[in-house]
Structures are given as structure tokens and as C-alpha cells.
């Protein structure tokens, strides 16, 4: 597997928060799962063996040294466990939790590209399901819901008609359950006309394949826009005040722009 530099940077930095995360057990676990099924295992990552040992041994408060541990033990072999790892698993806190993993993400097929099936609920990939531990620390999966903000900050924005000063926006995205994602972009920006400041709230609904890159990967969108108060105002504080979009909302506004459902908030 080649990976880019880019890739490379996100992969230290998911490595370096959970070579930092340290305390409640269940936390640290789906932390580590989490990784392993956006980045595959610690001997996919590493060709060096000196990288690779220390990834694996490193201490077990750490959430890291949990996926370290399962590397250990399982020998991080698909194919062959060293003997004695179905014994271990019968005791091991840990290791059936990556295990589960390791099945389901058979079961999805590395990118659902490869003869996997995406989830028969939502359609989507397993990196877009929220993990979790059961009681008993087995792995278990939910398909994600509500919307989560794309970037956790307010962007600055330029050139909106009639804009004055300086305009921000939000991004959140959703679900959709046909496989494919709602991006809702929220910008913020004040005109004002006869001395009297006005904050507008210029929303873009936008169905695509990939809720990082909206633009490059729309099937289709459409837009609205509200008045939202008085000025002067503060547009990276309104962007980042803003609670962000409802199934209401999408609902009211964006039938037009796409057919499929958002992903139910409480069945799956
Ligand atoms: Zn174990
Ligand atoms: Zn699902």
C-alpha cells in the first residue's frame, strides 16, 4: 500500500492523539478501533520493524498501547494468529474487540470497492458508522446520525454581493440513505442599505459522494437564503454560534435539490 504524504500527516496525527489519550477503558478502545478502521493495522502502517515495535509496545493506559496489544497477540496476521491467540481470546478484555473489527471490515470490503457490501441500513461504508463497546467490550456498530460539522471552525469568505465586511461559513453534513451525503454550507454576511445593518444566513444544500469535497463531488444542489437579525455582527461568532441544519430544514429546503432520505436520527 503507497501513501501519500498527505495521508501520512492525518496518519501521525490520529497516531499522536491516541499515543495521548488516556483514561476511561471504553473510550480508549473505540478510539483505537476507530483507527484501525480508518487507517488498518499497525503492521499495515509500518514497514520499519523498529516503528512497528514501538507502536506495539507501547503502554497500555495509552489508547495505543490497546491496538498495540492486539497487534502482539494476534501477530497482526490475518491469516495466521500465532497459536495460542483463540485461547487468549477467551480471556482478553481487549483483543476480541479488534477482532470484531477485523470482521466487519471484511464483511464491508476495505473500501466496499472490492466485492464488500455496504451497510443494508444506510449504504454507507463502515468508516461513517459510529463505533461503540458493548458491555462485555465487543464491538458493535450504528449507523452515524444527526449532522456533525466538517470543519470545526467558521472559514472566511469574499465576494458576496452586497457583503460588508467580513462573512464566514459553516459546513455540515448528514447521511443520506441511498449512499450518497447532504452537505449544507451556512454562510454568514451583513449588507446594509439606508444605515440599517442586516445578517443573512445564505444556505447551500448539496448532495454528493464525498462530504469533504462537496463542490468536486456533487450530483446536485440548490440554495436559500434568511435573514437572521440585526447588525453589526460578528460573521465568524454567528458561524460558529449556529447550531447548524435539522431534518427540518433539509426537508424544507432541500427536496428539490435530492431524493433520498436523510438517515433516520433514531431507527436504523
Ligand atoms: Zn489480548
Ligand atoms: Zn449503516
Same mark, same amino acid.
Given at each position: 500500500?503507497?501513501?501519500?504524504?498527505?495521508?501520512?500527516?492525518?496518519?501521525?496525527?490520529?497516531?499522536?492523539?491516541?499515543?495521548?489519550?488516556?483514561?476511561?477503558?471504553?473510550?480508549?478502545?473505540?478510539?483505537?478501533?476507530?483507527?484501525?478502521?480508518?487507517?488498518?493495522?499497525?503492521?499495515?502502517?509500518?514497514?520499519?520493524?523498529?516503528?512497528?515495535?514501538?507502536?506495539?509496545?507501547?503502554?497500555?493506559?495509552?489508547?495505543?498501547?490497546?491496538?498495540?496489544?492486539?497487534?502482539?497477540?494476534?501477530?497482526?496476521?490475518?491469516?495466521?494468529?500465532?497459536?495460542?491467540?483463540?485461547?487468549?481470546?477467551?480471556?482478553?478484555?481487549?483483543?476480541?474487540?479488534?477482532?470484531?473489527?477485523?470482521?466487519?471490515?471484511?464483511?464491508?470490503?476495505?473500501?466496499?470497492?472490492?466485492?464488500?457490501?455496504?451497510?443494508?441500513?444506510?449504504?454507507?461504508?463502515?468508516?461513517?458508522?459510529?463505533?461503540?463497546? =458493548?458491555? /462485555?467490550?465487543?464491538?458493535?456498530?450504528?449507523?452515524?446520525?444527526?449532522?456533525?460539522?466538517?470543519?470545526?471552525?467558521?472559514?472566511?469568505?469574499?465576494?458576496?454581493?452586497?457583503?460588508?465586511?467580513?462573512?464566514?461559513?459553516?459546513?455540515?453534513?448528514?447521511?443520506?440513505?441511498?449512499?450518497?451525503?447532504?452537505?449544507?454550507?451556512?454562510?454568514?454576511?451583513?449588507?446594509?442599505?439606508?444605515? =440599517?445593518?442586516?445578517?443573512?444566513?445564505?444556505?447551500?444544500?448539496?448532495?454528493?459522494?464525498?462530504?469533504?469535497?462537496?463542490?468536486?463531488?456533487?450530483?446536485?444542489?440548490?440554495?436559500? /437564503?434568511?435573514?437572521?437579525?440585526?447588525?453589526?455582527?460578528?460573521?465568524?461568532?454567528?458561524?460558529?454560534?449556529?447550531?447548524?441544519? =435539522?431534518?427540518?430544514?433539509?426537508?424544507?429546503?432541500?427536496?428539490?435539490?435530492?431524493?433520498?432520505?436523510?438517515?433516520?436520527?433514531?431507527?436504523?
Amino acid at each position: 500500500m503507497t501513501i501519500t504524504e498527505e495521508k501520512q500527516q492525518e496518519i501521525n496525527d490520529a497516531l499522536d492523539e491516541l499515543a495521548h489519550m488516556i483514561g476511561d477503558f471504553r473510550e480508549r478502545l473505540v478510539a483505537a478501533g476507530e483507527f484501525l478502521i480508518a487507517y488498518g493495522s499497525p503492521a499495515d502502517i509500518y514497514s520499519d520493524p523498529a516503528d512497528l515495535t514501538a507502536v506495539q509496545f507501547f503502554p497500555a493506559q495509552f489508547a495505543l498501547g490497546l491496538l498495540g496489544h492486539w497487534s502482539v497477540e494476534s501477530g497482526d496476521e490475518r491469516d495466521q494468529p500465532p497459536a495460542g491467540f483463540a485461547e487468549h481470546l477467551t480471556w482478553c478484555e481487549i483483543c476480541p474487540f479488534f477482532e470484531d473489527i477485523v470482521q466487519m471490515i471484511e464483511e464491508f470490503g476495505a473500501d466496499n470497492e472490492d466485492g464488500g457490501q455496504p451497510c443494508e441500513h444506510c449504504h454507507h461504508k463502515l468508516l461513517w458508522h459510529q463505533l461503540f463497546a =458493548t458491555e /462485555k467490550y465487543r464491538a458493535r456498530i450504528d449507523c452515524k446520525r444527526g449532522w456533525e460539522r466538517v470543519e470545526p471552525e467558521p472559514t472566511p469568505v469574499s465576494g458576496i454581493p452586497g457583503q460588508l465586511g467580513e462573512a464566514h461559513e459553516g459546513r455540515w453534513f448528514a447521511l443520506l440513505n441511498d449512499g450518497t451525503f447532504a452537505v449544507v454550507t451556512c454562510t454568514f454576511y451583513q449588507s446594509r442599505s439606508s444605515g =440599517t445593518y442586516q445578517l443573512w444566513r445564505d444556505d447551500e444544500y448539496t448532495v454528493c459522494t464525498d462530504p469533504s469535497l462537496p463542490g468536486d463531488t456533487e450530483i446536485v444542489s440548490g440554495g436559500m /437564503k434568511f435573514s437572521v437579525g440585526a447588525g453589526p455582527a460578528n460573521t465568524y461568532d454567528a458561524a460558529l454560534r449556529w447550531t447548524g441544519p =435539522t431534518a427540518q430544514i433539509w426537508q424544507t429546503y432541500a427536496p428539490a435539490v435530492g431524493e433520498a432520505l436523510l438517515v433516520p436520527e433514531t431507527d436504523q
